[in-house]
């Protein structure tokens, strides 16, 4: 990274239906938990649906403890849970001007737009002034980054981080992110026969569409000259569009393949651990990720998707993954990918069931969403293979 230093991870923190903290949902997934369950007539809805939803009494009695519950909607709340304990594990002041806020999601308030909702202003559905919302509880001065890129936003969202602490105009940005589930989003995805009926599987042959989940998730970053050992470092984001559909991911992985070369330029491929993919266990964005992962010669590179643990957290997901990817390498550990059995891709992976170990110090995490987009970090520990 030259003289620009390097950009470290100092904290971070998941909210989930697996716990209130980073450490008890590592170690909920290390040994294979789920809370995806089937929900029949959830929000009066006539099709029944396979999710992983939080207990919102439990966060609501969290969040009792910060601040008054009247006054924020439970997306913010899920928000500020995690952004305030990573927060104060980085130790840092929010309230200077040094600090920025981004915040990663694609539904945000959504659920403001029912008319049956009467409790919160409707402008709360822009995802600006949600934003704003919670960086006025850190009394933050800045105005907050909101990345809404589909599928890709939780990756997008810390290479925004990245760009911003590489110009120095910031010490410290807080990348957040968070989806809550609702009727508007569920019978978005039942609409497009998106969803499974059962517990996903991707990458499986018998795979049949994705779950949905609630989530946030948040990870502190900074800039320094150099990285300790064990300090893990974002080296190089991508975003590629490759506009192949309005819903369909290209079947060349076109999007794809540019930005996992993009992030590994002249890096051994066998250096990394694994590729954390997005996994959503649909028909074509398995396939698709097959396929660019082969053109981008990493077909022998262990892969994992964690889908089957939280379902599709959306605009968490990026975010939540990448964490969990950081404490699996910690633990020299690559995850099983749950839900996975019989290889049903045509472009053969490296995916297994159970935990693995390993000694290696990187890995890249891959996200591809509707309209074509796709992103790409890598992530390595120390920063010497940055």
Known sequence: MGGRGMIVSIANNIISPLGMSTTENYAAVKV???????????WGLPEPFVASLIDREGVEQAFAALADNAKYTFFEKMLI??????????????????????????????????KRETGFPKERVLLGVAARQITDFFHNPNTPIVISNACISGVCAQIEAL?????????????????????????????FKALSAEPCKPFDANRCGLNLGDAAATIVYTRKETAAPEEW????????NDANHISGPSRTGEGSYRALKAVLGDMDPERIAFINAHGT????????????????????????????YYGHTMGAAGVLETILSMKAIDDR???????????????????????????????????SGFGGCNAALLMAKGGELC
């Open 163 to 191: 760009r911003n602490l590489e110009s120095g105009t910031f010490d410290y940005v807080v990348v957040m992110g968070c989806d809550v589930q609702s009727a508007f989003i569920v019978s978005g995805f039942q609409s």
């Open 233 to 240: 470092v974002a080296c190089r984001g991508a975003i590629r």
């Open 81 to 114: 849970l995690s952004a305030s304990k990573a927060i104060a594990e980085a130790g840092i002041d929010t309230s200077s001007d040094r600090v920025l806020f981004v915040l990663s999601t694609t539904k945000g308030n959504v659920f403001l737009l029912d």
């Open 281 to 308: 266990a649909t028909l074509y964005n398995d396939e698709m990720e097959s396929v660019a992962i082969e053109r981008a010669g990493l077909a022998h590179v262990p892969v994992n998707g964690l889908k089957g």
């Open 32 to 42: 294979g938990q789920s809370k995806l369950q089937r929900y029949e007539g959830r």
């Open 333 to 367: 550990n690559i995850l099983a990918t749950r839900g996975y059995e019989t290889m049903g891709v045509t472009h053969p992976l490296v995916v297994s069931n159970q935990n693995q170990a390993t000694e290696k110090r990187a890995f890249i995490k891959l996200l």
